[in-house]
């Protein structure tokens, strides 16, 4: 099957810096991969590339196409990005915000079809965040806010979903509704990648990519032992990974 992503001495430079460092990968698409590593490893810088937000050197090929040959209204339309600490219209109704996410699929100017409505209706209630579809973004708490955030990145119906620290801000019975959430988009067929710094979160991918100081160290199954050596080694080895209860998870090792 085309990979999702293709990339090959891929790097980036922010500020006069170089954040990666000549990253090669393949992503197959119908995976949910967990990107982790430390503070500072490069994480966001990745992702943000793969989504062509940030400009960078090396080659990209994104379902088969290269990442130059796609329209900026095609590449909305075929990912989705949901970002870390993203501001939201204070004033604006939870349910306007979501729509946003439908604006890939609209013509100039146009009206939101029926189709919208109910591609916006359907996100929010995955994310249960419908009930307050008409309060503005400004009176809802964090958590609240990021579930409707999360229904606008979903709202778009995008075959690639990537997501940056999609957990801030939700408690745990949230971050387990969430955790339901990709495991279904990823059954309906869509690739969906992660960054977390909840490491046992990330275990239950079905990959991870293991990045350090700008650099991809490993790229393996959650249940590969040298996935679970390379999450030892980036972080000093001070989390240790073991079976509990039939999972995965990453305990503090000190």
Do not use: Y
């Amino acid at each position: 099957m085309t990979p999702a992503f293709e990339a090959r001495g891929l790097q980036v430079a922010l500020g006069g810096r170089e954040v990666l460092h000549g990253i090669d990968l393949v992503l197959p698409v119908g995976r949910w991969t967990a990107l982790v590593g430390p503070n500072g490893a490069g994480k966001t810088t990745l992702l943000k590339t793969l989504a062509q937000l940030l400009p960078f050197r090396g080659e990209l090929v994104v379902l088969g196409k290269p990442s130059g040959a796609w329209s900026a209204r095609e590449r909305a339309r075929a990912i989705s990005w949901l970002g870390q600490g993203e501001p939201g219209a204070e004033d604006l109704r939870a349910a306007d915000v979501v729509m946003l996410g439908r604006l890939p699929h609209q013509a100039w100017l146009s009206t939101p079809s029926a189709a919208d409505s109910i591609a916006v209706e359907r996100a929010m209630r995955q994310t249960q965040c419908w009930d307050w579809r008409t309060r503005p973004v400004g009176q809802l708490s964090g958590g609240e806010r990021q579930r409707v955030l999360l229904a606008r990145a979903l709202a778009v119906e995008a075959p690639l979903l990537l997501m940056d620290e999609p957990l801030a801000n939700l408690d745990p019975p949230h971050q387990a509704d969430w955790l339901a959430l990709v495991r279904a988009q990823v059954a309906q067929g869509r690739t969906v990648l992660s960054v977390l710094h909840e490491l046992t979160m990330a275990l239950h991918a079905d990959d991870l990519l293991v990045l350090q100081a700008g650099r991809l160290v490993h790229h393996g199954r959650c249940d590969d032992p040298a996935t679970h050596q390379a999450l030892r080694h980036v972080f000093d080895h001070r989390v240790r990974v073991q079976a509990l209860d039939g999972q995965w998870v990453a305990l503090p090792h000190v």
